[in-house]
């Protein structure tokens, strides 16, 4: 099984901060990763598809990088709206694996 | 509006079985695949199985492979999660998404609202 683990695994940070987020795995999965934005009682949300590609409909301020075994989300000016759980999550031929989650929370 | 509807709540006994689903809607049912996610309380989103509703094809994550299965009724564009004999340990939320494969796409792209799942004596 393909591992993903993230960290931080808690992040505090102020509105207007740049904040990243990264997410390894445990091999190579090319740039077959997403990431996911979950608040409390809701489901998730996709921000990010093939490493780097916006969904459409996220605010620019969300990007991804990253290739093979290491991945970031950032977010480049942190909003109130933003305080979430975030997810990475890998495909590989019809398995998937979710990372453990980053909570970020304000400062 | 494309949307995934998940079935309610329920509130089940240790050893019983149970049924969830999820139905689509907006779309081409056949022309994605569907996942289940389970998030226990507290916990973090863990990928569970999918399944093809074309062909009913499903695999399943190595964790939940035997716990639980996977159907699929195209006629209905509905997915199923079902569970033939319930533990404690299966309260949880039960999310199903929607698969997106075309163009290099690949990500869950449209969730459902979540189905809670109570496992008590």
């Known amino acids: 099984d393909i591992q993903m683990t993230q960290s931080p695994s808690t992040l505090s940070a102020s509105v207007g901060d740049r904040v990243t987020i990264t997410c390894r795995a445990s091999?190579?999965?090319?740039?077959?990763l997403a990431w996911y934005q979950q608040k409390p009682g809701k489901a998730p949300k996709l921000l990010i598809y093939?490493?780097?590609s916006l969904e459409s409909g996220v605010p620019s301020r969300f990007s991804g990088s990253g290739s093979g075994t290491e991945f970031t989300l950032t977010i480049s000016s942190l909003q109130p709206d933003d305080f979430a759980t975030y997810y990475c999550?890998?495909?590989?031929?019809?398995?998937?694996?979710f990372g453990q989650g980053t909570k970020l929370e304000i400062k | 509006e494309v949307q995934l509807v998940q079935s309610g709540a329920e509130v089940k006994k240790p050893g019983e079985s149970l049924k969830i689903s999820c139905k689509g809607s907006?779309?081409?049912?056949?022309?994605?695949?569907i996942g289940w996610v389970r998030q226990m309380p507290g916990k973090g989103l863990e990928w569970m199985g999918i399944i093809d509703p074309g062909d009913s094809q499903s695999r399943y994550s190595p964790s939940f492979h035997g716990q639980v299965t996977v159907s699929a009724d195209k006629s209905i564009s509905t997915v199923y999660l079902q569970w033939s004999s319930l533990k404690a340990s299966d309260n949880a939320m039960y999310y199903c998404?929607?698969?997106?494969?075309?163009?290099?796409?690949?990500?869950?792209?449209?969730w459902g609202q979540g189905t809670m799942l109570t496992v008590s004596s």
């Open positions: 999550q890998q495909y590989d031929s019809y398995l998937y694996t």
């Open positions: 998404g929607r698969h997106r494969t075309s163009g290099s796409q690949d990500a869950f792209d449209i």
């Open positions: 907006g779309y081409s049912f056949t022309s994605y695949r």
């Open positions: 093939k490493a780097s």
């Open positions: 091999q190579s999965i090319s740039t077959w």
